[in-house]
């Protein structure tokens, strides 16, 4: 079944251009929308040079939540990659969101931590984050780390929309 191309657009506060590329809409469920991209896809951050990403993944979009995920396939060795964002917003084949530089990682190992904290800290003062969503992001994230670590859904095992890129 083909499906239908989507842009996949990060920026950061200040609206300039993050990490971006194309993907597939696969389908939505009661977690949101999911895309994904197939092994040897390629992104590029900003306007730098395009990066080939050597393992199919797919994207899940909540959508009324602080944050987006990647599930990689194996043998990545990073098996979901929660970036905290504002809520993404979807306009003509295109998903946006801004990227709030805090993540939660969970390895192939089981480990699950939160990354980026210093460049959120950064960013906060550089882009002027406003009271609201310093606390949006901080309470994403906790829901995160324990949604991700506990394996509570959608981050209980393999999403069947992986099958689709793999």
Not at 29 to 51: F, I, L
Request: hydrophobic share 40%.
């Amino acid at each position: 079944m083909p499906f239908e191309n989507v842009n996949v657009v990060y920026r950061k506060f200040d609206g300039s251009l993050h990490w971006h590329h194309r993907g597939l809409l696969l389908g939505e469920d009661e977690h949101g929308v999911w895309t994904g991209c197939t092994a040897g896809s390629s992104g590029s951050r900003g306007h730098e040079p395009p990066v080939v990403w050597p393992h199919a993944f797919v994207m899940l979009f909540p959508r009324d939540q602080w944050w987006t995920a990647v599930f990689n396939a194996q043998p990545d060795k990073t098996e979901i990659y929660c970036d905290i964002t504002t809520v993404p917003e979807w306009n003509d084949g295109e998903v946006t969101m801004v990227d709030l530089d805090l993540d939660v990682i969970r390895m192939r190992d089981g480990r699950v931590f939160l990354d980026d904290e210093d460049e959120f800290e950064e960013h906060r003062v550089r882009y002027a984050y406003p009271a609201d969503v310093i606390a949006s992001a901080r309470a994403a994230a906790e829901h995160l780390l324990e949604a991700v670590a506990t394996r509570a859904a959608p981050f209980a095992a393999r999403p069947r929309w992986l099958a689709h890129v793999t």
